[in-house]
């Protein structure tokens, strides 16, 4: 039987595409942050990313985001150690990304 979903896309990006969205309302305690931390250099980024195509937004993932950036020396403002990514591919307007935002 044929999904009757719509479903995303899996991708790999350079970093450098990704501009992490400035409305994102979720912050996490320096405590929870360093626990993520820990967890994704023992394990790995688990769960997606989603990625706008539409205008280059982070949707979700940006605490995983800014851990990935510092673990791998990151330097949004010079593209030094620009590096790959995987994220999960939508392309909606500005209005519904931050609906999207939201939900997750």
Not at 20 to 35: L, V
Not at 74 to 98: A, C, H, Q, R, S
């Amino acid at each position: 039987m044929q999904n009757k979903l719509k479903q995303s896309e899996t991708r790999i990006v350079k970093r450098s595409e990704i501009t992490p969205s400035d409305y994102n309302p979720r912050t996490i305690s320096e405590e929870a942050r360093k626990a993520l931390k820990k967890n994704i250099k023992d394990n790995g980024i688990i769960g997606g990313m989603v990625f706008n195509e539409g205008t280059g937004n982070l949707v979700s993932g940006h605490q995983k985001l800014n851990i990935a950036d510092e673990v791998n020396k990151y330097d949004p403002n010079t593209g030094k150690n620009d590096y790959e990514i995987k994220v999960e591919v939508i392309n909606v307007d500005l209005k519904k990304e931050k609906e999207l935002n939201i939900f997750f």
